[in-house]
């Protein structure tokens, strides 16, 4: 039992900066990103290129990588989807622009870098701290305090600088914050540069613990958007919720009919929510 709490923890961590990043996106554009994945991806990918074949150090390597991550995202805004907001696109078509640039950056990251399993650790693979009758490695023990800080960080720059604040502005009202002298084009790449960096370090924490293929993105960006849903889109509390409900029923579902039945309860989950409580647990109606 003691063992499934930690699992819990250590996938909530995870899932919750995901989430987080995921919904300040989609506050702001009001589409499905799907690019979103592939971003996630290339955070381990890019920390994987500086450390394993440039050999940067692992801190250097990592904080490149999240800096990368988050101007990746704010180049797929600025090339695909501002040029499509000007032309009025709707959510329907920039969800298949999303999902054409998901399709040829993962594609690109599988010519580069092959499509075997990579690493980014080294050394002894861990046996883990004893704790009670579970074990958890200082890996894992990094990933759940590193999500911890970024998560209160972000809430705290939201609420309290007027990036924040402006941020906030546009997903409640666009027109209105124009209205109010806010450059929506700026705040929503802003947005997509913040995101991106909480899916890139999602991706380089994901890495150190389970390591790395081209595709891991979009499993994760799944249970990130079902997280982000089922807590309820617009709230870092949601976020925080959804992600810890889906992890428990995940881990507790796992014990009883096996881990590979995972994926199927954060879909069951989606539908149950989107048919019974579409505004998820603390969403607005």
Excluded at 34 to 57: D, M, Q
Excluded at 64 to 75: K, W
Excluded at 163 to 173: F, K, S, Y
């Amino acid at each position: 039992m003691t063992q499934i709490i930690v699992n819990i923890t250590i996938a909530t961590g995870v899932t919750t900066l995901i989430a987080l990043g995921f919904a300040l996106i989609y506050q702001t554009t009001h589409f499905f990103d799907f690019a979103y994945g592939i971003v996630l991806t290339s955070g381990a990918y890019f920390t994987f290129l500086f450390k394993e074949w440039l050999h940067f150090p692992l801190i250097i390597s990592g904080i490149i990588a999240v800096i990368l991550s988050a101007l990746l995202g704010c180049l797929i805004d600025f090339f695909i989807y501002r040029r499509l907001r000007k032309q009025g696109a709707t959510s329907l078509i920039l969800l298949l622009a999303s999902l054409g640039t998901y399709t040829v950056l993962q594609n690109v990251i599988s010519v580069t870098f092959g499509d075997t399993t990579r690493t980014i650790r080294s050394g002894v693979i861990e046996e883990g701290i004893s704790f009670f009758d579970a074990r958890i490695t200082s890996i894992q023990i990094a990933i759940v305090c590193v999500s911890l800080v970024l998560v209160i960080a972000v809430a705290l720059f939201l609420k309290k600088t007027r990036t924040g604040q402006a941020i906030r502005a546009v997903a409640n009202d666009p027109q209105l914050a124009e209205i109010a002298g806010i450059e929506s084009n700026r705040i929503i790449g802003v947005t997509f540069a913040l995101g991106s960096a909480l899916a890139g370090v999602a991706g380089i924490l994901i890495s150190f613990d389970i390591d790395m293929t081209p595709t891991m993105g979009m499993n994760f960006m799944m249970a990130g958007v079902v997280a982000a849903i089922v807590g309820g889109l617009g709230r870092i509390s949601g976020s925080l919720l959804g992600a810890l409900f889906l992890s428990t029923a995940q881990n507790v579902g796992a014990s009883f009919i096996g881990f590979q039945w995972q994926e199927t309860i954060a879909f069951i989950l989606l539908l149950a929510f989107l048919l019974l409580k579409p505004q998820g647990f603390l969403g607005k109606s």
